[in-house]
């Protein structure tokens, strides 16, 4: 029994090494999931814990569901051009809601020109189309480590 | 004990047989070549998986392979649904197009006509193909950026504003609101005074598909489907051009699956849609001619060209043996295609022209009846009328100076395609066994067998090209350090603006006591099963009832759905 | 890390600090998980519900119909266990998709947890989770297991009621009885009973009961798309009574103290540096070896009772 159960042992876990806990959201209406799904699948294969909240949620709920869920990052992506609107929802309701130790990270379809507004907004990544997953992964994870930091001495 | 579709790939399989002198040569010959030249072999597959081989001959065939293949026009139609395919006629030109304000894309539509399209063909935006006003919050920030906004009736009229409805056909790509876009085409016709028998065109009301791939529903399946029965039943009475339906294989493949997905799940859905007529009480050959289909042709150049002949005579030997149509024409499988969006690169957009054409042209040597070419700059935003121009130039080029034309299906024979294409059927046949198995399709959808198949198939597509197993040119091969920004098309909030006081305007300007008789009088039929709804909508729609309205008293009985978790 | 600010925040019920609490004690080993149970043991009375059932029976779903029922009758809160990879110990959590708008629009506490490959349904830290959303003020807490196809019977170990989910025309029948799941149930839930088969499926669990002589419990057939036959489940719920707190207490006591052991003898074997010829020994007399070394702890702990 032991080996099957406590083949990890939790007990001196560190909580800034622990799995990263990512949302994934599509915040408006836009049904294209096949790279949210893929991504899905490549943050679980990077050994995180991924959030899918499934399609059409409202920037509320988006927010709404990062609390409950605790998680480090959440992941936005549009690809029905309208990321400076839904973007900015969700960053206007974090705020609203006081909350500051959540990555927000952003991707699809994003022409260069919004990139400047997006990250002013403390939107960072932004990635186009075709870029490799590697990079993807990177970049959640290093913006997960700095929540995490920041995190510890929280409370 | 084997089903109707095990026994339909067994058939196939046991008509193959083996080319003994294919094995003497590669004895003999091939293998001490790359023996001598240093190469190894590996496998080679293409996108369903399939392993090809290096060279097909005339072992490859099956033995009866004349009558599987036929003749042009004739049963099993594996070489055109026409006698002279595009020696009588050119496939129609019909490029997709909407944006912005109903003006726009009038603008647009009068464009096309004038530079040689021969078809039109709508694209609605977010909040429009979810059933949502622009005035909803819903919509904010979505609204004519996708495609065109309509609200009401009112910009149904601006976008046909100077368009002859009696001499175009028009395609309308919606899908969970289909009924109500219909019914808003149908009395903009009677408004203009052009009778129903007159006008033809096809919505895409293919609502399985929206479940499986592209995710754009209202309701439960359940009570799509219903609605669908009730275009078909009415359409068959009344409109006798309109294709009713455009069973869809495009979103399918976009959303991930491989070439033998998009044939087997779009090919089981139309069953389905044959099924629901017959149950109906309609027969078979009164409607299954207005069934049409819609497929994708991607970068694989045989393998889509295969599909499109293997969805041909899958379409005719299913109808004729399972459900007894006696009309060849309800055997005959009519498709649209369009080029893959997916293959458009957003890196070096200009390669997308040739991937375009490459695409255009395995449509063409499929045998389509309509095409749309993607415009190169569409992996940036929507097209600008310069690349919409070059897009259509490709077809016209195509058409017009290389002579594919000259001859019908001037591949069928090829030992390679035909090979391929049996393999496909049983491909094919083999996922329709799977379905029937688990139920059926509305089950298999329901449950998300067939998105999680699709998911399955497209993440493992992109750890390929992550592993630079699949090379895609520009993006992990070939690859430019300094990507320069190309001009694209600027959608503003002008038009969402513009769409939302023009709303208001139609809301003023109404009969609310219309309004809301007609809401209540299609609440009422809505409730009950078996009364055609469509009368109810076009009442709703003459009134100026908006899409949103009449969309949510279906919202009020039927209720909302989520998609099954599919991993 | 000031945990009487985080268990003060979890007393008053605010949703920030019982997340992040819920996800010290899944990362942060130990000490900090300690910590936290401390100061929140003993707050709160709820109810368990457990959810179990085979892959695709529509538990999720369930619970988006089941919550809002139960929000009647107190404070409700959810946590969904989904499996990891056996690859990469990542996990999607997809859970909410089919429950979020039915809890969303009563305010409905939920929270997705991996199981981190632990087998039996539940995550490792389960019983700590349940603990913080009852010292915040919950009165019920739906627990959905993994459903992996197996039988999840660690549920019995921590809810009050396990109502056990079954579909027609899926062999689901069959399959539950032959796994075991027959036995954690006090409460069997046939969905989809619109479905054919459904009736079928109701006689077989009901035969299937009566051999293990449990006549007694209640087998309820709905449809989560109608919500037909919810309000016979909540009312079945709310009849049970909660298991014996002593019985789940001791599952807990024994957990922590094995887990204690078993990082402190992995961490010794790990630490043992063997000679040139380490593989000599055969296994069970080199761990009795170890064993009679550190063994003897119960025994002084017997000594200290007396």
Known sequence: MLGGRYSVSGRSQKYTEAPIKVLLAKPAIDGHDRGIFVLAKAFRDAGMDVIYAGLLPTPEEVVDTAINEDVDVIALSLLNGAHMTAFRNVMEILKKRGVQDIAVVGGGIIPDEDKPALEKMGITGNFGPGTPLNVIIDHIKTRAREIRKMRENEY | MDNFWDIKAKEIMQSFSEDKNYEKWKEAVLNPWNKKTGYKDKTREN???????????????????????GYPGEYPFTRGIY????????????????????????????????????????????PTLYGYDCDSKRAEGEVGKCGVNVSSLHDMERIFDGIDLSKVSTSMTINAPAAILTAMYFVLAEKKGIPLEKISGTVQADILKEYIAQKEWMYPPEAHLRLIRDMLVYSTEHVPKWNYISVSGYHIREAGSSAVQELAFTLADGFYYIEMGINAGLDVDDFAPRTSFFFNSSINFFEEIAKFRAARRIWATVLKEKYNAKNPKSMALKFHTQTSGYTLTWQQPLNNIVRTTIEAMAAVLGGTQSLHTNSYDEAWALPTDDAVKVALRTQQILAEETGITDVIDPLGGSYYLERLTCEMEIEAYKYFSEIEKMGGILNAVKSGYLQ???????YKKQLKIEREEDIIVGVNKYVDRDEKPINTLKITDVAEKGQISSLENVKKNRDESKVSRSLEELHKAMEDDRVNLMPYIMECVRNYCTLEEISNVGREIFGEWKEPKIY | MNTDILAQGILHGDYRAIARSISLIENSGYEVRKAIIKRIYGHGDAKVVGITGPPGVGKSTAIGNLAPLLAAHGKVAVLAIDPASPFSGGAILGNRIRMQSALSKQGIYMRSTSNRLYNGGLSEYTWDIVKVLEAAGNDYIILETVGSGQADIDVMDIADVTCVFLAPGLGDEIQAIKSGIMEIGDIFVVNKIDREG??????????????SNKLETPVIGVNSLTGDHYGELVQSILKMNARNPREKYYKKLKMVVMEAIYDEYSNYVDSIEFGDNP????????????????????????????
Do not use: C, H
């Open chain 2, 47 to 69: 996108s369903s998986s399939m392993p090809v081989k290096e060279l097909y001959t005339a072992g490859d065939l099956p033995r009866d392979a004349a009558e599987r293949i």
């Open chain 2, 83 to 126: 006698p002279n395919m595009y020696r009588g006629r050119n496939w129609t030109m019909r490029m997709f197009s909407g944006f912005g304000t109903p003006d726009d894309t009038n603008k647009r539509l009068k464009y096309l006509i004038e530079n040689g399209e021969t078809g039109l063909s709508i694209a609605f935006d977010m």
């Open chain 2, 452 to 458: 999680k198949e699709i998911a399955d198939t497209s």
């Open chain 3, 198 to 211: 459904s009736y079928l499926a109701i006689k077989d669990i009901r035969e299937s009961l009566s051999m």
């Open chain 3, 279 to 306: 593989l000599k020994e055969d296994p069970y007399t080199m761990a009795e070896e170890i064993l009679g070394k550190q063994v003897a702890r119960p025994e002084k702990l017997k000594d200290r009772e007396r």
